[in-house]
């Protein structure tokens, strides 16, 4: 049966993308099958990074589509992982994602700016039926490990969970990006671990 993953956001730029392409990699290395769902038509980041991917020739590999919407998506589930990435902000799509996702990651970066409405995405799709313990933040584009670790106080008096590890603010990670890598495919060791962190915490979270 196939888990399926959707990140969704209630912003463009937070992360949610390249969380997804990591997420991906990460599992596709540990031979399971994957799909990306690229559900931002509009500007089709995922569809667009994984050409580059491609081009480079880069392993492993694994699939990535463009779909108009998640129950597009769901009609092909001959894999181990679906990954649903969300629209860019909050819409319609936020909530057909929650609906037919396993586990919802929402990235965040750690300003009240970034968190303040991204609690309230999550409260929004609680209030639409959504199951809490479906629900998880991830740290994204963090400073410091000050930063990281008021965050995560902050979320948690919300009554939400957070998931280990978060992706620190590194021009590393977007030039891996730009060349159709991924934040833990970078030239640096220290930079990978600390995004491996993360990622495979919400790998194991999928697949379990």
């Not at 990074?49 to 699939?63: A, Y």
């Not at 400073?143 to 990281?148: P, Q």
């Not at 790998?203 to 379990?208: F, G, Q, T, Y």
Request: charged share 25%.
């Amino acid at each position: 049966m196939v888990a399926i993953i959707g990140f969704v956001s209630q912003k463009g730029g937070v992360g949610k993308s390249t969380l997804a392409r990591a997420v991906a990699r990460e599992a596709a290395h540990n031979d399971l099958t994957v799909k990306i769902a690229d559900l931002d038509t509009q500007q089709g980041t995922s569809t667009n990074w994984h050409r580059r991917r491609l081009d480079q020739i880069i392993e492993p590999t694994f699939s990535v589509e463009l779909y108009r919407s998640a129950h597009n998506a769901l009609k092909n589930t001959d894999i181990d992982l679906l990954i649903l990435d969300g629209p860019a902000r909050t819409s319609i799509g936020t909530l057909d994602v929650a609906k037919s996702a396993d586990l919802i990651v929402q990235p965040t970066g750690a300003s009240i700016d970034d968190l303040e409405p991204a609690i309230l995405v999550f409260h929004e799709l609680i209030q639409s039926g959504i199951s809490k313990d479906k629900l998880i933040f991830a740290l994204s584009k963090v400073g410091t490990d000050a930063e990281e670790h008021d965050a995560r106080i902050y979320i948690s008096k919300s009554g939400y969970e957070v998931a280990d590890g978060c992706v620190f603010e590194r021009p590393a990670y977007r030039q891996a990006q730009n060349l159709g890598h991924t934040i833990t495919e970078t030239k640096y060791a220290s930079l990978n671990d600390r995004a491996c962190e993360l990622v495979l915490f919400l790998v194991k979270l999928a697949a379990r």
